[in-house]
């Protein structure tokens, strides 16, 4: 009785407040698209920027579109233009980022898969507290650890190197890798792990068997996370290399910033581009494990 | 030996991540800290000089410019992200058409790196070229916008960039936060004779207080790190104007060769994220505890 009582009060609500509810939507679209250009504005601006000629650049404004698809500034930011010296271009270095990211992920994804596994699974007196531990790393500001680090990568010989990056990637990617499979195994059932031992399975039979196969979703959220930070990274690549062994960040900004000669926009775009593009295609195809991993990441992290 | 193996293999397995947190996390922090105390210069020495890189970096003009524009950064860049953030989850939480491809448009930036995103906005906020010419070619003649060359106003234009990227994060929390509240509530407010702003105005958005945090000390913390956008859109510049503490710390230890009074304003950023995260994770395990 109660219930029809205050469901028709609401129908009546709803529809005494029908003219007041369009125009409220109309200001609300008006609002989202108008912040959708504000957040497209810039990709848009590359865009076009990169597919235009210098001339038609300094002719026309942000805005205006290019007479034709003209897809040189793209060449000449992959592959330069062929005279040796002083030219920059980032192909090799778009390797040297595949060749550093790859590794670094795989790594520290196993190591948190392996980590997070051991502390929901087989708990031991003060777990917990190693879990904090391991935590605090995903927020130390690496300021703090820049100096030391320089130094280890020097006495170890793989400063400037590749595999000093994957290295350091690998090592302060952990705390988030292990938050990450954690929190994920922490809501898988320890029954079904203890029934496993019962029934005589050991510690990485029940990995393999029991865990391993449900974790799909958390690996493509860890492996995106990790991915894109790393392809992402500008501190420690600009700090740890220099020269041919620097990733793509490092060279974008260093192409960017030569003023050696004649400002290109239209190269510069198309590099930001080029460099912008592995994490956006990520993005556009794993959306939503992208942002899980940003609010999981960012929930604790 | 393989009894006490297979007793302890979770044990084992642990060893690796602790090890190396120990090493690279705990034991690089106090290296530094020490090193603080020292008078290194190029190479570090173990001697203990005692607080003076203190006393001389509050004393730097550089610093304190640095300290000065960390503080105009990060209270500008919490105030609009969370504002457009919490607008924007608002607003699209309201059964919006394509509120998918929205949602993606404002999320994408936060995919790029902050390089590409600083390049972006360099080459859109030149003078010559850019958002001004824009204007100007549209016929306001006498239309100037130049912050990224104006000492007083370049520190604005990072502003602009970090929140162009870190907005839609702000966003996607929140929006998360309103789903997981209850139908029931918002329509039980609305029976009572509440309005749609009442309602958010006063229960939903009092009951997000833990995202408030949440983004709180996430935006804090992108920018007391941040470094890679003032590299890439001003290099600090003009002049020093937009030096910021991060910055500080790598010129200082790379350019200038000064190691103990880097490790000094290294230990500083340290601690101000310290004052930051320390309560926040020990309410997030108190919570955990208690759920």
């Excluded at chain 1, 790859?102 to 708990?123: C, D, E, Q």
């Excluded at chain 1, 400002?263 to 556009?284: C, F, Q, R, W």
């Excluded at chain 2, 360099?122 to 070619?137: E, H, R, T, V």
Aim: glycine letters at 6%; hydrophobic letters at 55%.
């Amino acid at each position: 009785m109660q219930a029809k009582t205050s469901l028709a009060a609401y129908t009546q609500l709803e529809k005494k407040s029908k003219v007041t509810n369009m125009l409220l939507r109309w200001f609300l679209y008006f609002v989202l698209i108008l912040f959708a250009s504000y957040f497209i504005f810039p990709l848009y601006v590359m865009i076009v920027t990169s597919l235009k000629t210098m001339e038609e650049i300094r002719q026309g404004t942000l805005l205006t579109l290019p007479s034709e698809l003209n897809f040189d500034s793209w060449a000449v930011a992959w592959e330069g233009r062929g005279y040796g010296a002083g030219d920059t271009f980032l192909k090799p270095y778009f390797w040297n980022s595949i060749k550093m990211v790859v590794p670094a992920v795989f790594f520290s994804t196993f190591i948190g898969a392996m980590t997070g596994y051991v502390l929901t699974k087989w708990r031991f007196k003060g777990d917990s507290w190693v879990f904090l531990f391991l935590l605090f790393g995903c927020f130390i500001p690496f300021q703090a650890i820049l100096l030391p680090m320089a130094r280890t990568l020097g006495v170890l010989g793989i400063s400037n190197s590749i595999l000093g990056l994957v290295v350091v990637h690998t090592v302060y990617g952990i705390p988030f890798t292990t938050l990450f499979f954690r929190n994920y195994y922490v809501s898988v059932p320890t029954e079904l792990v203890k029934a496993a031992r019962i029934d005589g399975a050991g510690f990485f039979k029940i990995f393999f068997k029991i865990l391993l196969p449900i974790s799909a979703p958390i690996i493509v959220v860890t492996v995106i996370w990790q991915f894109t930070q790393i392809w992402n990274d500008f501190l420690f690549g600009s700090t740890f290399s220099f020269g041919k062994a620097a990733p793509i960040q490092v060279a974008l900004n260093n192409m960017v910033l030569s003023s050696t000669s004649v400002k290109e926009y239209n190269v510069d775009m198309a590099s930001a581009i080029i460099a912008g593009i592995p994490t956006l295609i990520v993005y556009v195809l794993a959306g939503k494990y992208f942002i899980r991993g940003l609010t999981s990441g960012a929930v604790k992290g | 030996m393989f009894k006490w193996l297979e007793k302890n293999l979770p044990k084992v397995v642990l060893a690796p991540a602790v090890g190396l947190i120990s090493w690279f996390v705990y034991g690089f922090v106090l290296w530094t800290f020490y090193i603080s105390f020292t008078n290194s210069k190029i190479l570090p020495r173990y001697e203990l000089w005692g607080v003076g890189n203190y006393a001389k970096l509050w004393a730097s003009h550089k610093w304190l410019i640095a300290v000065e524009n960390l503080f105009v950064f990060t209270s500008l860049f919490l105030i609009f992200c969370t504002v457009i953030g919490i607008v924007l989850a608002i607003f699209l939480d309201q059964k919006i058409r394509a509120e998918g491809v929205l949602r993606t448009i404002y999320l994408y930036p936060m995919a790029l790196s902050f390089i590409v995103t600083g390049t972006a906005w360099k080459w859109i906020l030149n003078p010559s070229l850019g958002i001004q010419k824009m204007f100007i070619d549209w016929g306001f003649e006498n239309f100037t916008f130049d912050w990224l060359v104006n000492r007083e106003m370049a520190i604005y234009t990072i502003v602009i960039a970090g929140v162009w990227q870190s907005a839609g994060f702000v966003m996607a929390l929140f929006l998360a936060g309103l789903r997981s509240v209850e139908d029931e509530i918002v329509k039980a407010a609305k029976i009572d004779g509440a309005s749609l702003f009442t309602v958010y105005w006063k229960i939903l958005l009092p009951m997000m207080r833990p995202v408030f945090f949440t983004s709180f000390v996430i935006l804090v913390h992108i920018s007391i790190k941040s470094y890679d956008l003032v590299v890439a859109l001003t290099q600090g510049g003009p002049g020093i104007s937009t030096t910021m503490p991060a910055m500080y710390m790598t010129q200082t230890a790379f350019h200038k060769s000064q190691v103990a009074l880097s490790a000094t304003s290294a230990i500083m950023m340290f601690m101000a994220v310290a004052a930051v995260i320390i309560p926040y994770l020990y309410s997030e395990l108190r919570r955990e505890n208690a759920s």
